[in-house]
């Protein structure tokens, strides 16, 4: 995910996360990323709610994905690894939490068995598929696994794997301590099977005194199995470090990749509906840079299960885009396709667009008009204002401010106004603001402007009162058709 860092899940996510998650409907996001994989819903979650600000990030993330797309089952196979490692742990107690060095080293000992399994499979992946791959993350991936994993490496753990089963017993020594007691226990390695037979033969002997514990001394056995313990504590324990720093690994390797698997996973679901993806191209925040083709709202095509209507435009070197029109005419959906388009592109992913280029924002935020407070705590324009002023709290320049029908719950002179000054504020902090309203004296005042950085959409409605839910260049007007709806909701042919 990062070139010198790991994803962190634990890392705070952005103040406005619960209103961008609702204005966005990004669970719809998530659950598709994740189908029904809990652990993938958060990954989806923090990945594309921590935003990237960073180019190079973004562009390191696009060329890793890309991979992944050229190669799904690969990158599936590998994603088992890891999911094979925390099923295997559930079935088998390895016991690697026992309080007691013989019981530790037995689990270490077990589990790193199981690991090394594992770890070959990882091996003979790479062998096999690492040149399919040409991003730099892979890349530097699969070149650490063949250096690390190699042949000697494996031979170097099972030999030590074969040693710690202690077949023909435990070799301690110790010192003596006050009273006569064992100090110092250190487990010494066995001589080896492996001398010459003449030295083995004429080999200076020390003095030994051996005795043998009753097969019924329960006493003398806990004693003995004390000893061992003693001995092998050190062994122990660097054994289950050894386990927990492999555990480690596989775990971080899931976290890493369970990004890119939701990502397959929304691809492959986009191309069942026939939508088009495309990797955008991401430029510096400080520029103004907004131009598409095709983009759709990939929630709702997640939701409906079929093809939604796709817009055009080009917003280059704006920052403000106001969209009026006529009421269902696909204003909000548009609105909602620029958000998401962003978060998308700023995680690293492709987008639900034939193409899209677009500034990165260093924050996305969204102020949508909301039901009235049933508590009755507060008025509707209340707490519209209070929520402005929590977004102007971590707003900095250079984001991205989406608004939807907000400040209409009083009326248009005032709402009008309200939202002028508001948004007049941003744009003086180079904050590049979308803007969706039927509020005609607040769109009509900026037009009068005739502002170089503005422009003014229309939601496109045919002569016949027929909506083609597109959102095309167009002043605005002082009207939003309602009257299409009341003929359509209670007029009938007779």
């Not at 088009?276 to 840079?289: C, G, H, I, K, N």
């Not at 401010?401 to 002179?413: D, G, I, K, P």
Request: proline share 3%.
């Amino acid at each position: 995910m990062y070139k010198d860092q790991d994803l962190d899940l634990q890392r705070q996510l952005p103040s406005n996360e619960q209103a961008l998650t609702q204005d966005l409907e990004l669970n719809t996001l998530f659950d598709a990323m994740a189908l029904d994989d809990e652990f993938l819903f958060d990954v989806a979650r923090k990945a594309v709610l921590s935003s990237l600000d960073d180019l190079d990030t973004i562009r390191y993330r696009q060329n890793i994905l890309k991979d992944c797309l050229k190669n799904p089952s690969i990158i599936r196979e590998i994603y088992q690894i890891p999911i094979e490692s925390i099923e295997n742990k559930h079935k088998h107690w390895f016991g690697i939490f026992s309080n007691y060095p013989s019981g530790i080293l037995y689990g270490s000992r077990e589990m790193l068995q199981m690991f090394v399994g594992l770890l070959r499979k990882l091996r003979n992946i790479t062998d096999e598929h690492a040149d399919k791959f040409e991003s730099e993350g892979f890349s530097t991936f699969f070149a650490m696994i063949k250096k690390e994993l190699d042949d000697g490496y494996f031979a170097r753990v099972q030999k030590h794997l074969s040693e710690l089963k202690f077949r023909n017993g435990v070799l301690i020594s110790a010192t003596l301590g006050r009273g006569n007691e064992g100090t110092d226990y250190i487990l010494r390695k066995p001589q080896g099977k492996n001398r010459d037979w003449m030295k083995r033969v004429f080999a200076h002997r020390s003095l030994v005194y051996t005795f043998t514990i009753h097969p019924r001394d329960e006493a003398g056995a806990r004693a003995v199995a004390e000893l061992k313990d003693a001995g092998i504590n050190l062994v122990a324990n660097a054994l289950a470090q050894s386990a927990d720093h492999i555990d480690s690994f596989l775990n971080m390797l899931r976290i890493e990749l369970a990004f890119y698997i939701g990502c397959i996973n929304l691809s492959e679901q986009l191309a069942q509906m026939g939508k088009p993806v495309s990797f955008p191209l991401p430029v510096a925040p400080d520029e103004r840079r907004h131009s598409y083709h095709g983009l759709y709202d990939v929630c709702l095509a997640l939701t409906m299960k079929q093809k939604v209507v796709g817009n055009e435009g080009i917003a280059d070197n704006k920052d403000l885009v106001i969209v009026t029109g006529a009421n269902q005419g696909g204003k909000s959906t548009y609105l909602r396709s620029i958000g998401l388009a962003q978060l998308m592109m700023q995680s690293g992913m492709f987008v639900p667009a034939e193409s899209f280029s677009a500034n990165v924002c260093t924050g996305i935020f969204t102020h949508y008009k909301r039901k009235e407070d049933a508590s009755m705590k507060s008025g509707k324009l209340d707490e519209e204002l209070s929520r402005m002023s929590m977004v102007v709290d971590f707003i900095t320049p250079n984001s991205l401010m989406l608004f939807n029908e907000s400040f209409s719950a009083t009326n248009e002179r005032e709402g009008s106004e309200i939202a002028r000054q508001i948004t007049s504020a941003l744009l003086e902090r180079h904050i590049k603001v979308f803007y969706v309203t039927h509020q005609y004296e607040f769109a009509h005042r900026f037009h009068e402007k005739k502002m170089e950085n503005a422009i003014f959409l229309r939601a496109e409605r045919k002569a016949d009162g027929g909506r083609t839910y597109k959102v095309v260049e167009g002043e605005p007007l002082q009207t939003s058709y309602g009257k299409d709806l009341y003929r359509k909701v209670f007029e009938t042919n007779d």
